[in-house]
């Protein structure tokens, strides 16, 4: 396989590695990957390949990547990013790399690319958790660079829309819509619940803007779809009924509506799967900020009191930055009974975390 790629994904992932923190890293993979049907034999398949006992490789290997990144997105997905992301950067240089120089049936290489640009675009999303958006945007690259050669237009899609969806938070909505609409338009042939992912992003981008025109007829169309989507076998399930509402919100409230913007944040509160508690957290955090900020006192208090259940079991940058600006609008209501008991569990919860107040 290409040497410039290969070379390319083992300097990324090494400036993603802290030397210091290697045996820990090795340790913490391995207990992951003890949950893949078949470890023991995969480890030794890998330690060949790695040291050049082993020139070739096979869909086992393929399912291997896979099955590992499916493992550590479950992690990010349950306690962030902050240590998901080391055991993935160790995972690529260690063993992906070496997959990738090994010799391989066309089919298998390009299968290998594909699993390699998934990893990839995983680890650039943790990234992002973490606020390290310059380091979001390699990994980024890196997985569009490798769906390009796999032909894999799925990843392709949604690495581009991960970019959308970086840029938006940061406020670069004129930048969002580019890459939403680029990664619509690399996808004319999408189901209905790819349709609802793509078109959901284009809205709330189209809404930064203050294109409210292009904004509602894309998260109409969104709705459509998921409406569609939802009729049907949940194969894509990474954008969900949750997933929508929030798109729903952010549109309503980059148009002015923080009402309607706080009703459809809690509707996806209410739908989201307890499984999801990184975003869990975030969009708590989130929702009680919209409340504090429109007035609701008492009701924003209550939804940061339900993000504080799950926060110290997170480690993620964005989860910080919530819980952070939510205190920050609290204390200024510390003679409210309730105001000031919820802020003082936010400090006890946060007193060894980076957002504890001074």
């Known amino acids: 396989m ?44 890998a330690e060949a390949v790695q040291s050049g006992r082993t020139r070739r490789i096979g869909e086992s290997e393929v399912d291997t990547v896979t099955a590992m990144t499916e493992r550590i997105s479950e992690l990010d997905d349950q306690f962030g990013g902050r240590h998901a992301r080391p055991m993935a950067a160790a995972f690529m240089v260690n ?137 049907r076998e949940k194969a ?14 952010q549109v309503r409230y980059e148009l002015g509506d923080t009402g309607g913007a706080v009703a459809a944040m809690q509707q996806s509160d209410k739908v989201r799967d307890s499984f999801y508690r990184r975003t869990r957290v975030r969009m708590r955090g989130l929702l009680a900020e919209r409340q504090l900020s429109a007035g609701h006192l008492e009701a924003g208090c209550a939804t940061f009191d339900l993000a504080l259940d799950d926060y110290p079991q997170v480690q993620s940058a964005r989860a910080d930055d919530r819980i952070r600006s939510v205190l920050t609008l609290l204390r200024p209501h510390l003679n409210n009974r309730t105001a000031k008991a919820v802020y003082e569990r936010a400090r006890a919860v946060t007193q060894h975390r980076p957002v504890a107040p001074a």
């Open 2 to 45: 290409g040497t410039n790629i290969v070379g390319g994904l083992v300097d990324l992932g090494r400036w993603d590695m802290d030397p210091s923190r290697r045996t820990v890293l090795g340790a913490g993979l391995f207990s992951v990957a003890l949950t893949i049907p078949g470890w023991p034999d995969v480890v030794g398949r």
């Open 95 to 231: 063993t992906v790399a070496a997959y990738l120089r090994a010799d391989a049936p066309e089919s298998v290489r390009k299968s290998m690319l594909s699993a390699a640009s998934d990893l990839c675009y995983l680890t650039g999303y943790m990234a992002v958790d973490e606020g390290q958006h310059g380091l979001a945007q390699r990994y980024y690259l890196k997985a569009l660079e490798l769906s390009g050669a796999a032909e894999d237009y799925l990843t392709y899609c949604t690495t581009l829309r991960g970019m959308s969806v970086q840029a938006v938070d940061l406020g670069h909505g004129t930048k969002s819509l580019e890459l939403a609409n680029a990664a619509a338009a690399a996808s004319p042939q999408a189901g209905p619940r790819m349709r609802a992912f793509l078109t959901g992003q284009q809205a709330h981008a189209a809404a930064q803007t203050g294109d409210r025109r292009m904004a509602l007829r894309y998260i109409r169309e969104a709705e459509t779809a998921m409406d569609r989507a939802e009729s």
């Open 236 to 249: 894509f399930g990474s954008y969900d009924p949750a997933a929508l509402n929030y798109h729903i919100s």
